[in-house]
């Protein structure tokens, strides 16, 4: 079982800390919680530009939809400026009503080129922070040794008996358990045959 994200996220409650001093009483790298802290913020990042350009995506598609609505001329230049572009994922609605529906369909297809380059991205950055989450260790509890040898752990409990240490044959095991009848299978078939 993999430790849950929100317990190193610190504006979520968590507390990285309590995860270092865990990898630490394990003898384990405590670098791979910054590492998982760092890919979870690029992660973070990365998601949010994703859900910015889905959400200029609709609003494209608003502004499309609104132009042809009220019957506007599409409009023959599909060329856009370099500081729309670059602004992408910044634009209001009334901006995005100022360009011709071409013009649009044109910013629509960056959007998706960049939406498709972010998704990879996303992924990525999520795939490397599950790397590293799945080699940290579950949370020890307060009651267990620390120590580097299992000698050293403590017994909690036994049960059972534990004075029984002669082992039986499986011929002593089935004769205790009434198995089978040995003298009668010797009578009837001979010095190999059983019941």
Do not use: C
């Amino acid at each position: 079982m993999v430790l849950d994200i929100d317990l190193f996220r610190v504006e979520k409650g968590g507390n990285p800390e309590i995860i270092r001093k865990s990898q630490r009483d394990r003898y384990k790298d405590v670098k791979l919680v910054d590492e998982v802290i760092e890919w979870d913020e690029k992660w973070r990042k990365e998601r949010f530009v994703a859900d910015q350009l889905n959400r200029q995506k609709n609003a494209i598609s608003k502004a499309i939809g609104e132009k042809m609505k009220k019957k506007e001329p599409q409009g023959t230049d599909d060329t856009v400026s370099d500081d729309i572009v670059a602004r992408l994922a910044d634009l209001k609605l009334d901006e995005l009503s100022q360009l011709t529906v071409v013009q649009l369909k044109k910013l629509r297809l960056v959007l998706d080129e960049k939406s498709v380059q972010t998704a990879a991205a996303v992924v990525a950055h999520e795939n490397a922070r599950h790397e590293k989450l799945v080699q940290i260790g579950n949370l020890l509890h307060e009651s267990v040794v620390v120590s580097d040898n299992e000698d050293n752990n403590k017994v909690e409990r036994t049960f059972g008996d534990l004075t029984t240490v002669k082992k039986y044959s499986h011929v002593d095991l089935v004769v205790m358990v009434d198995g089978f009848d040995g003298e009668r299978g010797t009578v009837v078939a001979g010095g190999r045959g059983y019941f």
